[in-house]
């Protein structure tokens, strides 16, 4: 079994900023990739970043430019820093991971809200 612990969601103004972090402990033998989906109220969940165990990122348009995704391969952590967030990132972010046999895992979830 693989645990994911998310932690940096909170409530932020327009233009600002937040990191999240996502920390995958137990049976993680051999990760694949790791990242972020988000679901946005009324919307269907939505892939917004993933990093590969070779580094490589991936972004949603909406995104690019203003979110980066790094990771920790010691430490089995994954970050998005987010910045000039806007309205429409409100979002649950969730957390996954990936493992090379296929496996996933994800998060319990981090609420997100970018609100004057």
């Known amino acids: 079994q693989v645990q994911l612990v998310e932690s940096g969601g909170g409530l932020v103004q327009p233009g600002g900023s937040l990191r999240l972090s996502c920390a995958a402990s137990?049976?993680?033998?051999?990760?694949?990739?790791m990242g972020w989906y988000r679901q946005r109220p009324g919307k269907q969940r939505e892939l917004v970043a993933r990093?590969?165990?070779?580094?490589?990122?991936n972004y949603i348009d909406s995104v690019k430019g203003r979110f980066t995704i790094s990771g920790d391969a010691a430490k089995n952590t994954v970050y998005l820093q987010m910045n000039s967030l806007k309205a429409e990132d409100t979002a649950v972010y969730y957390c996954?991971?990936?493992?090379?046999?296929?496996?996933?895992?994800w998060g319990q979830g981090t609420q997100v809200t970018v609100s004057s």
């Open positions: 137990g049976s993680v033998f051999s990760i694949s990739n």
């Open positions: 996954y991971v990936i493992l090379v046999d296929g496996s996933i895992y």
């Open positions: 990093i590969t165990s070779s580094s490589t990122t």
